[in-house]
């Protein structure tokens, strides 16, 4: 049934102040952050996220990304060059449509959108852990007294995780709202860089996005791999989509009924979409009391097999997942930065910005060139077979000495005594060693 409601768009157009860009270290729920205030008034630049494990992550300030685990032929969305990635965000990446019911009147509200900027007097931040790890995006809206942030975080056990919270800022007025939230163009799993470049529009016929349960679990696959040959080619990987926080949404896989949500038409429930591009959406509806918000998360995983999804969907409606997701986020984070302390990348200094500076230099270097495994302990068979590989009578003259290093050496005790027996090209080969 249509309702055909009336739907307010702010008051006055274009009345957005210039407000100057800024930028400070802030500490939230515990964890530092830089912060960038009003970060529209730049142009737009291309962000970060990492994790100690698989996963990566290229976000535009404009809200568009491409990210996956491993490189970019496992990608959740397209994998694309940056000024591309600039121009995605209406099309890739996270969308949320906000109808806010205040004092008998419906406002829409979609954050982050270029297009309605200026119609509300609104504030954009952007938060950056200095971890690396964590990725905050945060709009108030001080027209509609209410604010909306999301988070991209990462998680080894589940993947990748967009974390979103709707907060009513109000003293003493309870809010009604209604949202559809997700991410757009999710990527099935099996389609490769080349394929992305020079058979989209053949992928997109190949695609097929499942509900795979009511309570907020899609699939999105490959009917079969594109192949010039006549024999068949079966997609036996799959990228899962979840949601975690919300009760009963209703769950779209397209935006065909946006406009309608809009109205206050009817809402179906989608179960299945073909040769199509992928979405997730869900669509909710609550009260929020004054100074309260509610949160919830969207976690995707890239690479499942039958296995692994029918598991993850016996388990991840229950009571318990809200909790493991959580600890798993946590535990990253400190994996995160034990691999920066392996590489003196901690420091305590009364100057916080050059302290977070000097992690984040760490971070970087140990992003190309690794960590040792084991502080600085070296296993000999590793080392005997570098040595032997690179200069086979360096190896034999100095057998004696080589088959006498420990099992597990310390290398700045091994690197003394190898100085000691004065042969130059042995201590070369050590240095270049690590």
Avoid at 321 to 340: F, H, S, T
Avoid at 341 to 350: I, P
Avoid at 422 to 429: A, G, K, M, S
């Amino acid at each position: 049934m249509n309702i055909n409601r009336q739907v307010y768009l702010g008051k006055n157009l274009f009345r957005q102040p210039l407000k100057k860009v800024k930028g400070k270290l802030v500490n939230l729920n515990g964890e530092e952050y830089y912060k960038i205030s009003d970060f529209t008034g730049l142009t737009p630049f291309l962000i970060t996220v990492v994790s100690h494990s698989d996963h990566w992550m290229f976000v535009s300030s404009r809200g568009g990304l491409t990210c996956g685990r491993r490189n970019a032929d496992t990608a959740l969305f397209p994998y694309i060059t940056d000024d591309k990635i600039h121009d995605a965000g209406p099309n890739t990446g996270p969308m949320t449509i906000i109808l806010v019911q205040r004092k008998g009147k419906t406002f829409f509200w979609q954050p982050f959108e270029e297009k309605y900027r200026g119609i509300y007097n609104t504030e954009q931040n952007i938060y950056k852990a200095t971890s690396g790890d964590t990725l905050m995006f945060e709009e108030i809206n001080n027209d509609l007294k209410s604010a909306f942030t999301y988070k991209w975080m990462t998680s080894d056990k589940f993947g990748l995780i967009r974390e979103s919270t709707l907060i009513n800022l109000t003293d003493d007025e309870d809010i009604r709202y209604e949202w559809i939230d997700g991410l757009q163009n999710i990527m099935p799993f099996g389609v490769n860089r080349n394929m992305q470049a020079t058979m989209s529009t053949l992928v997109d016929a190949y695609k097929k996005t499942e509900l795979a349960d009511k309570a907020g679990m899609v699939i999105y696959s490959l009917s079969s791999v594109p192949v010039d040959r006549a024999e068949p080619s079966e997609a036996l990987y799959a990228n899962v989509v979840w949601q975690c926080g919300l009760d009963d949404p209703v769950i779209l896989l397209s935006t065909d009924q946006f406009d309608s949500f809009i109205t206050g038409g009817d809402i179906i429930q989608e179960n299945t979409i073909k040769g199509r591009r992928g979405n997730f959406f869900v669509k909710a509806g609550m009260d929020i009391h004054a100074h309260q918000h509610k949160s919830w998360r969207i976690i995707a995983d890239l690479g499942l097999g039958h296995d692994a999804i029918i598991e993850l969907k016996h388990s991840f409606h229950l009571p318990g997942m809200k909790m493991q997701v959580e600890e798993d986020i946590l535990k990253g984070r400190e994996m995160l930065k034990q691999l920066v302390a392996c590489a003196d990348g901690m420091q305590c200094t009364a100057d916080r910005m050059r302290t977070s500076r000097h992690y984040s230099d760490t971070l970087f270097n140990i992003m190309r060139g690794g960590v040792f495994s084991r502080d600085y302990r070296i296993m000999k068979d590793d080392f005997l077979s570098f040595v032997k590989q690179w200069n086979r009578p360096v190896y034999e003259k100095n057998s004696k000495f080589l088959t006498s290093i420990a099992s597990q050496e310390d290398y700045p005790g091994l690197q003394n005594r190898i100085r000691q027996l004065n042969v130059i090209d042995l201590e070369r080969l050590s240095l270049e060693y690590l």
